[in-house]
């Protein structure tokens, strides 16, 4: 089991591709949760690629979906005032892998 204080994630971002969630997805201080797959929804609204939880007025629930290894997503969420959860599509999520790649590598370099 994974304990921590809040604090100890500000500014943080999570890309979630793949796996089994067997807890409950929670953000804090300016973090943001990326969800990359398909069929998401929450209570039956269903979500789009490109939609961001927090403006479409859902802080807390359970989101459903296919998450883009094929993997069952069903679990329980809250957002905190200041952070997030959105949904991309696969070319976005390679792009910022790619990028953050590139930082990694030209920080290297200097």
């Known amino acids: ?26 953000t804090y201080a300016d973090s943001a949760i990326y969800l990359d797959g398909s069929g ?18 859902l802080t807390s629930g359970t989101i459903t979906g296919t998450l883009a290894d094929s993997s069952a997503l069903d679990v329980g969420f809250s957002i905190s005032d200041t952070s997030n959860i959105i949904i991309i599509p696969e070319p976005v999520s390679m792009a910022l892998l790619s990028l953050g790649g590139l930082v990694l590598r030209r ?3 200097n």
Not at 9 to 16: E, G, K, M, S, V
């Open 40 to 57: 998401f929804e929450v209570g039956g609204q269903v979500l789009s690629v490109g939609d961001n939880l927090r403006t479409l007025g």
């Open 1 to 26: 089991m994974l304990s921590y204080r809040p604090r100890d994630f500000a500014n943080a971002a999570i890309f979630l591709s793949g796996g089994t969630i067997t807890g409950f997805l929670s």
């Open 107 to 109: 920080r290297r370099r």
